[in-house]
C-alpha cells in the first residue's frame, strides 16, 4: 500500500552522511524494517513509539532501542493490559488517558498505585515544610522545648 512511501524513505536514509543528525520521523508501514536496516541513523523514538504500526510485540522484541514510553502511551495498540502487566514502564497516564483505546476507567490497581505516588509526594512536602529548620528556630525562639516539637 506504502510501497512508494518505503522506497522514498530508504532513499532520504541512503543520502544521509553518517554525521549528519537529522531526527528522522516515520509514519507509516514497515517503520521497524527500516530502523533495524539502519540503526546508526538519528531515529526520533517520540514519534516512532506513538507509530501505530508499532506493537507491544515490537517493543517487547527490541529492549535494545530506546523506547520513549510518554509517546508509547499514546499508541492505540498499548491496552490496559499491557499496562497493567508491565506496572514498572515509566507509562504516561496522561497521554494513557488520552489514548483511543482508553473507553473505559483507569482500573484500581492503576489508581491505587497512582494515589500512593502522590499521597507520598504530598506527605514529603508536607514535612519538609512544617519541619523546615527556619521554623524550629522560631518555636524555640518562642520558649518551646525541643520535646514539645
Known amino acids: ?9 530508504e532513499t532520504v536514509v541512503e543520502k544521509l552522511d553518517d554525521e549528519e543528525y537529522i531526527p528522522i520521523r516515520i509514519k507509516y ?3 521497524l524494517d527500516v ?5 546508526n541513523r538519528p531515529w526520533d523514538f517520540a514519534y516512532v513509539s506513538m507509530n501505530q504500526q508499532i506493537t507491544w510485540n515490537d517493543v517487547k ?5 530506546p523506547w520513549d514510553y510518554s509517546t508509547l502511551s499514546l499508541n492505540p495498540n498499548i491496552t490496559w493490559e499491557i ?12 497521554y494513557l488517558s488520552k489514548n ?12 491505587k498505585r497512582r494515589a500512593k505516588e502522590r499521597s507520598a509526594l504530598i506527605k514529603e512536602e508536607l514535612v519538609a515544610k512544617a ?11 518562642a520558649g518551646m522545648d525541643i520535646d514539645d516539637c
Open 100 to 111: 483511543k483505546m482508553t473507553n473505559y476507567e483507569f482500573p484500581l490497581c492503576i489508581m
Open 61 to 65: 522484541a527490541n529492549p535494545h532501542l
Open 83 to 94: 499496562v497493567s502487566n508491565n506496572l514498572e514502564k515509566p507509562w504516561d497516564y496522561d
Open 1 to 9: 500500500m506504502f510501497s512508494w512511501f518505503y522506497k522514498k524513505i
Open 35 to 39: 530502523i533495524k536496516d539502519n540503526p
Open 131 to 141: 519541619w523546615h529548620p527556619s521554623r524550629v528556630e522560631k518555636w524555640l525562639e
Open 29 to 31: 508501514s514497515k517503520t
